[in-house]
């Protein structure tokens, strides 16, 4: 299912949210009714949790449905919110959620992770991991979205990036925008390998790149 939405007004859905499969990761000034809406596009049930002690969840938060990783500044109670494989990423770059790209085959991550950094993610996840860019951005997270069923991401991204992805992420890849010509794709939506939540801003001609790139028919 493929459904747009907004929160108070703002159509960067993919800001506050995280899903995975089954999880749907939400931050606490979101409307009940938003949150109905994006537990039926995708089939998730959820948890209401700010990471710490801030509302952009989806910018702080990566996930796949073998684990979570948060930013290092999670609080202990926030951690118990989401309950279990949730892991703190012990490094600088603190907002997990715009720097992994990942589903339940690889993720894509930005470049100045470390070693370390690298094998915690590949660890919590259970997949292997590998450095990339995305248009020469490096917050990969923001500027592309991954399921099991295909990945979107920003409109410059160049063919060996696209080709890095697709082969670490095991799934077509394909460029849109959203919301309107806005290229930050991680940003405007959450998805899974059910539905996609969009940005209330984003076209009928957008819509229908999401729903093919992701396999939502």
Sequence with gaps: ML????????PYIGVFCAANDELLLV?????????????EALQTTHVVTSVAHSTVVGSLVAMNSKGI??????EEAELEAIGDAVYPLPHRLSAVGNNVLSNDYGAVVHPSYDDEAVAFIQETLGVPA?????????????VAVATNKGVLCHPHARP??????????KVPVQITTANYGAAQVGACMIAN?????????TTSIELGRIEEGLGLF
């Design 160 to 169: 060996g990036e696209m080709e890095l992805l697709k082969s670490t992420l």
């Design 193 to 201: 390998a059910h539905g996609a939540v969009v940005g209330s801003r």
């Design 27 to 39: 931050a606490p000034d979101v409307p009940k009714s938003a949150i109905r809406h994006m537990d």
């Design 69 to 74: 990783l948060a930013s290092p500044f999670i």
């Design 3 to 10: 459904r747009r939405l907004e929160v108070a007004g703002n």
């Design 130 to 142: 590998v450095r990339g860019t995305i248009a020469g951005i490096k917050t990969v997270g923001s």
